[in-house]
């Protein structure tokens, strides 16, 4: 299974961007799919999370401002960034609970990570 994220860059303060994640590989199911980050010297955090039934999850400082959504049928999920803010930089990994169509259980897998960069 491969997890390829995409969408980062540069962006201005106030300004947006999407980020993308396609999963691949011999998937069964996907649950769970996340969006964490990882700003330098700082701890990981999760910023967002979709349920396969829809829920949502947000940080509280992205709250308002990001929105998660996922397409079943392509494996992907999104997270739309809008409003961002100089201490939203950071590099932003995709993660999912996959279970292969070999298993029976959930596993989680990561992507390579997108730099996401909020300057003037």
């Known amino acids: 299974v491969q997890l390829q994220a995409s969408g980062g860059g540069l962006v201005q303060p106030g300004g947006s961007l999407r980020l993308s994640c396609a999963a691949s590989g011999s998937i069964a199911t996907i649950s769970d799919m996340r969006w964490y980050r990882q700003a330098p010297e700082k701890e990981r955090e999760l910023v967002a999370a979709?349920?396969?039934?829809?829920?949502?999850y947000y940080l509280d400082s992205v709250k308002g401002r990001f929105t998660i959504s996922r397409d079943n049928a392509k494996n992907t999920w999104y997270l739309q960034m809008n409003s961002l803010k100089p201490e939203d930089a950071a590099v932003y990994f995709c993660?999912?609970?996959?279970?292969?169509?070999?298993?029976?259980?959930?596993?989680?897998?990561w992507g390579q990570g997108t730099q996401v960069t909020v300057s003037s």
């Open positions: 979709v349920a396969v039934g829809g829920s949502t």
């Open positions: 993660n999912a609970a996959i279970r292969l169509r070999e298993s029976y259980t959930f596993r989680n897998y």
